[in-house]
């Protein structure tokens, strides 16, 4: 039974910090490369970050370059998203998904597998 299970969300300052994390099991982790998305109430769901097979390629978009990290370990079949300098716009559920092509990570349709989401908002 494929899962994938997000936890870490919450509430927070603007200007703090969460780290989520993205347990998975039931798959060859190790062959997917692995993001997080996000929806905001009345937004479509959108990539943040993506990281590869291996660890080593990440690609991080622009709105949060600097101040999120995403990164992953193999051995514990999990990854992360750190997310620092937190901002009242980044307030969404956040999702992990799993993807078996690098250049197929833009699109959500691409995506083998999903987790429930994780909710994280932002405010004083």
């Known amino acids: 039974q494929v899962q994938l299970v997000e936890s870490g969300g919450g509430l927070v300052q603007p200007g703090g910090s969460l780290r989520l994390s993205c347990a998975a099991s039931g798959f060859a982790f190790k062959s997917y490369h692995m993001s997080w998305f996000r929806q905001a109430a009345g937004k479509e769901r959108e990539l943040v970050a993506t990281?590869?097979?291996?660890?080593?390629?990440?690609s991080h978009v622009d709105s949060v370059k600097g101040r999120f990290t995403i990164s992953r370990d193999n051995a514990k079949s999990t990854v992360y998203l750190q997310m620092n300098s937190l901002k009242p716009e980044d307030t969404a559920m956040y999702y992990c998904g799993a993807v078996m092509r690098w250049s197929d990570r833009w699109t959500q349709n691409n995506y083998d597998y999903w987790g429930l989401g994780t909710q994280v908002t932002v405010s004083s």
């Open positions: 990281i590869g097979n291996y660890g080593i390629s990440m």
